[in-house]
């Protein structure tokens, strides 16, 4: 059994990379579902085994993808310290991870600037808006704790901060995405930091 469900995921994670490459290479309207199967050198039957269409292995790859960034966000502040100092470990892992993880940097390569709109990834591109509104509302309770601590200033609310901060961190990733050798996102990713908390400091 155990080999069983080990074999599953490296099938599973095979797949996804295939498709990523794929995707990445031909463009997901014109990367079919034979393609991937024949790139993985696996049966249709076993992709479908996984994933139940080429819009799910999409979205799944998106969603890792945010699932990632939602643990460093958990792991940044599981370690502690004052709330500005989480705040800077936050985003500088985020940028660290898109820079060093190829497969994290070509997904949202592949989604922001690769992929036009299609019927059939709406329902997925619904459920990362939901995921964004939520983030966005998650963060402002966070700055809210900061403001109530005397950390951040209180003339700003809680959501215009939490906007801010994405704004800003989103903003760098897809300038660096767009000319990765004009700058190291992670080389600058404390400086960064570093300028945007200073504008939300008390």
Request: charge should be positive; charged fraction near 25%.
């Amino acid at each position: 059994m155990r080999r069983t469900k080990e074999e599953a995921a490296v099938t599973r994670a095979t797949l996804l990379k295939t498709a990523l490459n794929l995707f990445s290479s031909k463009g997901y309207a014109a990367t079919s579902i034979d393609d991937i199967s024949q790139a993985a050198k696996l049966t249709r039957g076993a992709l479908y085994h996984h994933f139940q269409s080429k819009a799910d292995l999409y979205n799944t790859l998106v969603e890792e993808v945010s699932a990632r960034g939602a643990n460093i966000v958990q792991e940044s502040v599981a370690e502690g310290g004052t709330f500005t100092e989480i705040l800077k470990r936050i985003f500088v892992r985020q940028l660290t991870y898109i820079e060093e993880n190829k497969e994290a940097r070509a997904v949202m390569e592949l989604a922001l600037f690769k992929t036009g709109a299609h019927p059939e990834l709406q329902s997925g591109r619904e459920r990362q808006i939901q995921g964004g509104k939520a983030m966005i509302d998650g963060i402002a309770q966070a700055m809210q704790v900061g403001i109530s601590s005397g950390e951040l200033r209180n003339d700003i609310s809680p959501k215009e901060m939490a906007l801010s901060f994405l704004a800003f961190q989103n903003g760098v990733i897809q300038l660096w995405l767009a000319s990765p050798k004009s700058f190291s996102l992670k080389g600058s990713a404390g400086t960064f930091a570093d300028v945007l908390i200073q504008g939300l400091k008390r």
